[in-house]
């Protein structure tokens, strides 16, 4: 059987823009050959679609687009996510649905059976379970639908089950021939290859052929990297659609050798494309075509600088330089050598002027006291303001630098480097911004070489280092990995080996500073816990680890 892949980029809401990419790639993939066209999940209003589902009309509209697209299918069956209102009085009021349109009506639906409840997944808010996946009869096949989550029985490398029921093995027994799974599966760095063995597993227990068809695409802080896949009854792959980029392709699941080798799963090299992606993706869904960068001549406003201009174009990225009175000469230098090598507009807007008049103003108030943090932070929010004003006169979006490590333990200025409308590179660690920076002068100078090698500092005084309150950041990348994504305590960090003292003190300031995190612009999920939706601590807690 000759399965069309539809690898679509849908955007959460746009119903007629979805249901021309839909009808644009089914017609392709027919016109190719195909024998039945698969979409991912909810592609008709796009995922996730969160509260939209609560506006009166929202779930009605999306079901009307699906019977035009239905209208629009003919003797090639098309499989498309949906949402489909609950027809029965309980339960939630609505199912995650995937609908098998032939020959201009939707000739059955299928039901999404596990519903994921954890990290930045809330379906169980929304729809109501279905008892078991959809199996059909179609031209002497027997057909077996699954939706995402079915198949995502086991809950990572410690293989503990989240449900009770497991739709693959019920498929197992209901012999059939051919296993479809519709899905939205955001990347994270680590998944790519485990999500490989979980479908290739799949396949072989349900014993059918699988073909699973992935979005793609950025939509708000998540990013799906595509990479369907279709494996044989054995297990083995037949065929993997390009990571990060849309694609429509027919894969055979009578053949006998995989038509192509797997796309590798490179660390900085797929997060380099999700980055890109999801900036892009980010700012186009929200209408810019343009963005601003403030450049401190640090690596993490370099990274985000590099990772704009290749996202929009260099042509429509700007970078300012905001030297204070404190900044260093290598600082601005950088900063001007970056937007050269980068072939982006370059700005030079000195604010010693602006922290000036603030400080003037504020003296009679401070009465005197001594300069502390305070007189540091106006630096910050001098920068956060020309930013911001530039941003609003010119419509470009302004992106955040800061990265995962210093919004964990507060290092940024609210209302000042906080200031932007994306945070391209917030969960991504500090180690690992080192890391991306070298990759992206894997070909060329992109980023100056005394960017990379100088101490990480924030210049807000004189010979400031991060280091002077911080310990290196492999060690502090290594605390906040446990503390904050597997949920470790602090006697499980000493009992690794970390110094009692850093530990204790790095819990500190990250619980701190849940507060300056509910109020930072949303960020790119890279990792699997990102401060974000996915993670919900309470701002006012008192639980000592």
Request: hydrophobic share 40%.
């Amino acid at each position: 059987m000759r399965i069309g892949l539809a690898q679509i980029n849908p955007t959460v809401g746009d119903l007629d823009g979805n249901r021309r990419l839909i009808l644009d790639a089914y017609h392709g993939l027919v016109d190719q050959g195909a024998s039945l066209v698969l979409f991912p999940e909810l592609a008709v209003c796009g995922y996730p679609p969160r509260d939209l589902l609560f506006k009166r009309r929202f779930v009605s509209d999306g079901e009307d687009s699906l019977l035009k697209i239905a209208a629009a299918v003919g003797d090639v069956p098309a499989v498309v996510g949906f949402v489909e209102t609950n027809p029965h009085p309980d339960g939630r009021p609505f199912f995650n649905a995937a609908a098998f349109c032939h020959r201009g009506e939707v000739l059955a639906i299928g039901r999404k059976c596990l519903l994921p409840t954890y990290d930045v997944f809330d379906e169980d808010r929304y729809f109501e379970p279905a008892d078991q996946p959809l199996v059909l009869d179609f031209r002497g096949r027997r057909i077996g639908i699954t939706i995402c989550e079915d198949i995502w029985t086991m809950d990572g490398p410690d293989l503990r089950r989240r449900y009770d029921f497991d739709p693959v093995t019920w498929l197992a027994g209901q012999s059939i021939d051919l296993h479809l799974n519709l899905s939205a599966s955001p990347w994270h760095r680590g998944k790519c290859q485990h999500r490989r063995r979980l479908i290739s597993a799949a396949a072989t227990h349900s014993g059918a052929p699988l073909a699973y068809c992935n979005a793609v695409g950025g939509n708000d802080e998540l990013i799906f990297d595509g990479r369907s896949l279709a494996f044989d009854a054995t297990g083995h792959l037949l065929a993997e659609l390009p990571a990060f980029s849309t694609a429509a392709r027919i894969v055979d699941l009578d053949a006998r050798q995989p038509e192509s080798a797997p796309s590798p799963c490179t660390d900085m090299e797929d997060l380099h494309r999700a980055l890109v992606l999801g900036l892009r993706d980010y700012a186009h869904k929200s209408g810019f075509r343009s963005a601003l960068v403030g450049l401190s001549g640090g690596i993490d406003s370099a990274v985000t600088a590099a990772l704009a201009a290749d996202a929009l174009g260099p042509e429509n990225v700007t970078g300012v330089s905001l030297p204070s009175a404190i900044s260093s000469e290598h600082s601005r230098t950088d900063a001007a050598e970056l937007a050269r090598n980068l072939g982006i507009r370059f700005h030079t807007l000195p604010i010693a002027g602006v922290v000036a008049a603030a400080e003037s103003t504020l003296e009679p108030v401070f009465e005197n006291r001594p300069r502390d943090v305070t007189e540091e932070n106006i630096q910050a929010r001098a920068r956060g303001l020309l930013l911001m004003a530039l941003s609003n006169k010119s419509g470009a979006l302004l992106l955040t630098t800061g990265n995962k490590s210093e919004l964990a333990v507060g290092y940024c200025t609210l209302y000042g480097d906080m200031c932007g409308g994306l945070a391209v590179i917030s969960d991504v660690p500090k180690t690992q911004v080192f890391a991306l920076a070298e990759h992206l002068n894997r070909d060329a100078p992109r980023i100056p070489r005394s960017t990379i090698d100088k101490p990480p500092s924030a210049e807000l005084r004189p010979d400031q280092k991060d280091e002077d309150s911080l310990p290196p950041y492999l060690v502090l990348d290594a605390i906040l990995e446990g503390y904050v994504e597997e949920g470790l305590s602090s006697r499980d960090l000493i009992d690794r080996g970390f110094d009692p003292g850093v530990v204790r003190d790095i819990i500190r300031k990250v619980d701190l500073n849940e507060y300056k995190r509910k109020q930072a612009a949303p960020g790119l999920k890279t990792t699997p816990l990102a401060f974000g939706v996915g993670r919900r601590i309470p701002i006012v807690q008192k639980y000592i680890s």
